[in-house]
Structures are given as structure tokens and as C-alpha cells.
């Protein structure tokens, strides 16, 4: 297959965009110790689960601000309800900017609620971007955030990109990390990266870490590598 150039750009059906966004839509974080007593009584469902990405960089060009790149992740098997989308390499709420990257929260095909971080946009050649998403739920508020991310022209970033929604699904026995990969996409400069994928994926109940999945996934994958 051959690698799509930056001169063909497009754009995957699940890539929302438009944004009449409810300001009251966002929540802020709640309090993980706020789970209520029955959670806590014996292991209890999946509250919350935590995806380790990466993305190998060949050659970035700052001055076409590519690659870009989105990934998804959804509390249940598909992105009909809430679910989170963020956007690499360039913000597009409210309007279309370079560089940095976006964390979106959509519900019902609507743009919820969005927090950016970084402006700079991708520079270094040979770089290894990683990150971690989570999704958490107490029942009652379903929540997203990057705790983690480590990048040669960010250097450490994603602290204080939490995003929350009331309503979403009471736990998350419902999440496919299949759904993730499967929506995961390089939108701008394919040719540029090398692989995108998933490390590991751990999921936590009320008590703690329940199990760690530590199947490679991929995303996307550079032809011939």
C-alpha cells in the first residue's frame, strides 16, 4: 500500500468537526476518592482504564505542521454516546490552529467541551511521542484525561488536560481497546510516521489494578516497516 503524501489529506467518518459547544458541558474532575460505599465493597466493575500510545516519528516538517494525527477513546464498544477524541499536532476548537494538541469530549455527535495544550507544532525528526489516556467513571460523571505524555519538542506535557461529562455509562465494563485502534488515524502526512499504536492497556476497579493487557495493538503502520 502506498503512503499517503501530505497532498492527500483526509479525513476519517468518525472525525468530528463543527463546534456549538455547551460551556456548561464541562465538568471539573471529580474527586476519585468520591466512590460511593457499594463501589467500594469487593472488587466491583471496571471504573477505570488507562492506554499507553506511542507514535514513531521519521521526519517532521513544521512548515506544512505535519503529520497530524487523532486518537479516540470510548466507555463503551462504539462512539455513538460520550466518548473522547484528541487531536495532534494542531487545535480546531474554536477555529483551525497549528501545532500543540486538542482533547475533546463529544456526546451524541456533538462537540461537548474541549481543553488544548501546546502550540508549538512538531519539529524533531526520529522522535518517539508517548502518552497515556485514561477514562474514568464514578457512576455518575464520566471523565478523560492524559495524565502523561513525553515528547523531544513538547518535552513533558498533558498535565491538566481533564475533561468530565455527567451521565455516560456507570462503569466501563463496556470499553474495547479494540475501538481506540480501530479509530485511531495519521489525518495529515501518513508518510511521516513510522507506527502508531497501543503498548498496554490496565484496567482498575474500586480497589485497584485488576489486570494489565499487554498485547501490541497498531494503529497505523508506515508501509514497509
Given at each position: 500500500?502506498?503512503?499517503?503524501?501530505?497532498?492527500?489529506?483526509?479525513?476519517?467518518?468518525?472525525?468530528?468537526?463543527?463546534?456549538?459547544?455547551?460551556?456548561?458541558?464541562?465538568?471539573?474532575?471529580?474527586?476519585?476518592?468520591?466512590?460511593?460505599?457499594?463501589?467500594?465493597?469487593?472488587?466491583?466493575?471496571?471504573?477505570?482504564?488507562?492506554?499507553?500510545?506511542?507514535?514513531?516519528?521519521?521526519?517532521?516538517?513544521?512548515?506544512?505542521?505535519?503529520?497530524?494525527?487523532?486518537?479516540?477513546?470510548?466507555?463503551?464498544?462504539?462512539?455513538?454516546?460520550?466518548?473522547?477524541?484528541?487531536?495532534?499536532?494542531?487545535?480546531?476548537?474554536?477555529?483551525?490552529?497549528?501545532?500543540?494538541?486538542?482533547?475533546?469530549?463529544?456526546?451524541?455527535?456533538?462537540?461537548?467541551?474541549?481543553?488544548?495544550?501546546?502550540?508549538?507544532?512538531?519539529?524533531?525528526?526520529?522522535?518517539?511521542?508517548?502518552?497515556?489516556?485514561?477514562?474514568?467513571?464514578?457512576?455518575?460523571?464520566?471523565?478523560?484525561?492524559?495524565?502523561?505524555?513525553?515528547?523531544?519538542?513538547?518535552?513533558?506535557?498533558g498535565q491538566g488536560l481533564t475533561l468530565s461529562?455527567?451521565?455516560?455509562?456507570?462503569?466501563?465494563?463496556?470499553?474495547?481497546?479494540?475501538?481506540?485502534?480501530?479509530?485511531?488515524?495519521?489525518?495529515?502526512?501518513?508518510?511521516?510516521?513510522?507506527?502508531?499504536?497501543?503498548?498496554?492497556?490496565?484496567?482498575?476497579?474500586?480497589?485497584?489494578?485488576?489486570?494489565?493487557?499487554?498485547?501490541?495493538?497498531?494503529?497505523?503502520?508506515?508501509?514497509?516497516?
Open positions: 500500500m502506498r503512503p499517503v503524501q501530505e497532498s492527500n489529506r483526509k479525513s476519517r467518518v468518525i472525525f468530528r468537526t463543527g463546534f456549538a459547544v455547551s460551556a456548561l458541558a464541562c465538568l471539573l474532575m471529580p474527586d476519585p476518592a468520591a466512590l460511593s460505599e457499594e463501589s467500594q465493597a469487593g472488587l466491583g466493575p471496571v471504573i477505570r482504564v488507562e492506554e499507553n500510545w506511542y507514535l514513531m516519528l521519521n521526519e517532521a516538517n513544521g512548515a506544512l505542521n505535519a503529520p497530524q494525527y487523532h486518537t479516540v477513546m470510548s466507555p463503551t464498544g462504539d462512539l455513538d454516546g460520550v466518548y473522547a477524541q484528541i487531536v495532534w499536532n494542531y487545535r480546531e476548537a474554536p477555529e483551525y490552529r497549528a501545532g500543540g494538541l486538542q482533547v475533546q469530549l463529544w456526546d451524541d455527535g456533538e462537540l461537548a467541551c474541549y481543553k488544548s495544550d501546546r502550540e508549538v507544532p512538531l519539529s524533531r525528526s526520529v522522535e518517539i511521542i508517548r502518552w497515556k489516556q485514561v477514562l474514568e467513571t464514578n457512576g455518575q460523571v464520566v471523565s478523560f484525561s492524559i495524565p502523561f505524555g513525553q515528547s523531544g519538542t513538547w518535552g513533558s506535557f461529562l455527567a451521565g455516560g455509562p456507570a462503569d466501563l465494563s463496556g470499553y474495547s481497546p479494540d475501538v481506540s485502534v480501530g479509530n485511531a488515524s495519521v489525518t495529515f502526512g501518513s508518510n511521516r510516521v513510522n507506527i502508531l499504536g497501543i503498548s498496554s492497556v490496565s484496567y482498575y476497579g474500586p480497589n485497584g489494578l485488576i489486570a494489565v493487557d499487554d498485547t501490541p495493538r497498531v494503529a497505523y503502520r508506515l508501509s514497509g516497516n
